[in-house]
């Protein structure tokens, strides 16, 4: 089976660094982890500046932390990212890392594409990755919009209060039986036959934790062995059956094709999780910092979206993390949503938590299978009925309902929660901006009227077609409330 860049590019940042290497930054890992999610190891290195290596071996991190000053001190943050960070190796050798993570979660990005084996697929998932940069704010880089995603569970055994999908309770887990296994395979078949290499982008939860299901490893080695990639696992129990997390990251170690992630909850989380495996055991697993100490944000949307419109009618502070950032949702997957135990079928794509959407992603329809050739029946069939390759004349003839229109000469300008987009066309440019933003026609009326005042057909067609390529025309079911505006970066679009 051919391997693919970003699974080349991903082996390569391993295999590359020599084991010393290797065991440094697992160490480094370890210290940033700390640092995230632990006050009390933030107070312990303010409290000893001339000592910090001795801070560090206390938690078992094996480095020194005068080699990296740059990642965490605020007198030396300025030197980050230039010339001078190479006086601190450590901290070179950690951005080094990072830039190499980074390259493989846009090349993960570009894994999903389908130009050749499925182009309306392609161009409906092109669409909506340039509409999340636009719309999905500081969320939407980080975005890498898999094809797919199987849920082998229903409902989850955690119940986490920030959960950004408001998983539902436990209600039992899809077991890897002979039945059950036959038609996870023929599933498996069809998305890698029908979409190719993109089926490499799938993974095996969503509302759902993985380890609730025993049989988790066993489904996902059959999806490395009929597609190529070994899904990410996302867990936030990695210590209720560690004999299944460990058969889990064994086969990371085996086919190393992505990073896990594993949910930190709360500082005794992370205690035990750094107890139970060493940093170097770890150096595949990304740990996602959720206690409410850690320096990271929570997504608007699903049970953290409730808790904080609690707190405001409450009339008390709404702050339910250390750090706010414009992070609108935790959906990734531009595609299909499977649930194996209900036999459902979604069509989503992330959009920011909203009172429409409250659990940050938008359905555009559901089916139902029970066989794996009514399985691809159902993708075949939301397929036909909501991706379109180009726009069509019923289509409605409105911007995306989160865009402020500013009108211009030769042209108009859109401003999205952190984007602006500048479109200019000289020849009709203005008049296009102004019907579009009126939000009352079809694009066939729009059409018609530019060419009653003399615009070439052909040339209103060509701005309109590139405005919906873009993801700036809104989809011709939605109606999201208009959310508010932050800090603008300009993006330009000439026609």
Not at 167 to 178: I, M, N, Q
Not at 341 to 361: C, D, F, I, N
């Amino acid at each position: 089976m051919n391997t693919t860049e970003a699974t080349k590019h991903y082996r390569s940042i391993f295999e590359r660094r020599t084991p010393d290497e290797m065991r440094t930054l697992a160490h480094i890992k370890r210290f940033m982890e700390r640092l995230v999610a632990d006050p009390g190891f933030r107070q312990a290195l303010a409290d000893n500046p001339d000592d910090s290596k001795s801070v560090a071996e206390r938690y078992g991190i094996g480095i020194d932390p005068n080699e990296m000053l740059p990642l965490y001190h605020r007198r030396y943050l300025r030197y980050r990212f230039t010339e001078e960070e190479a006086r601190w190796p450590l901290a070179m050798a950690w951005d080094g890392y990072m830039q190499d993570m980074f390259r493989h979660r846009d090349l993960l990005r570009e894994e999903g594409s389908m130009e050749d084996i499925h182009p309306r697929f392609h161009a409906w998932r092109e669409r909506q990755i340039r509409r999340s940069m636009s719309e999905l704010g500081g969320s939407g880089p980080s975005i890498t919009h898999p094809i797919v995603a199987f849920e082998l569970s229903e409902g989850c055994t955690v119940g986490c209060w920030f959960c950004g999908l408001s998983a539902e309770r436990f209600r039992g887990y899809f077991p890897y039986t002979e039945e059950n296994s036959g038609l996870w395979r023929e599933m498996l078949e069809t998305v890698h036959g029908m979409f190719g290499t993109a089926a490499r982008t799938g993974f095996c939860y969503w509302a759902t934790d993985p380890c609730d299901n025993p049989d988790y490893d066993r489904f996902i080695a059959d999806y490395y062995h009929i597609t190529g990639a070994l899904p990410q696992t996302t867990t936030a129990a990695p210590l209720k059956d560690p004999d299944l997390t460990r058969r889990i990251l064994a086969l990371f170690d085996k086919y190393r094709t992505v990073t896990n992630r594993f949910s930190v909850l709360t500082v005794k989380h992370l205690d035990k999780i750094h107890a139970a495996f060493t940093p170097e055991e770890l150096m595949g697993v990304e740990l996602v910092m959720q206690n409410r100490e850690s320096l990271t944000a929570k997504a608007d949307a699903g049970r953290a979206r409730e808790r904080q419109a609690k707190l405001r009618a409450a009339g008390k502070p709404d702050k339910i993390s250390e750090l706010s950032r414009d992070h609108t949702t935790i959906a990734c997957v531009s595609g299909f949503l499977v649930n194996m135990m209900k036999k459902t079928v979604q069509l989503v794509t992330p959009v920011p938590g909203s009172e429409r959407w409250p659990l940050g992603y938008r359905v555009f329809g559901e089916r139902q299978f029970s066989t794996g050739a009514e399985f691809q029946q159902c993708l075949e069939g939301l397929i036909d009925e909501h991706m379109v390759e180009s726009l069509s004349g019923d289509w409605p003839a409105r911007f995306r309902s989160d865009l402020r229109f500013e009108a211009m000469a030769g042209g108009f300008k859109l401003h999205s929660r952190s984007t602006e987009h500048t479109i200019q066309n000289t020849i009709c440019g203005e008049a296009a901006g102004s019907l579009l933003a009126r939000g009352d026609l079809k694009v066939a009326d729009v059409i018609e009227r530019l060419v009653e005042s003399g615009v070439s057909v052909l040339v209103v067609a060509d701005l309109l077609e590139k405005l919906f390529q873009s993801g700036l025309i809104e989809d011709s079911d939605s109606g999201e409330p208009l959310p508010g505006t932050v800090d603008v970066a300009p993006a330009s679009l000439a026609i």
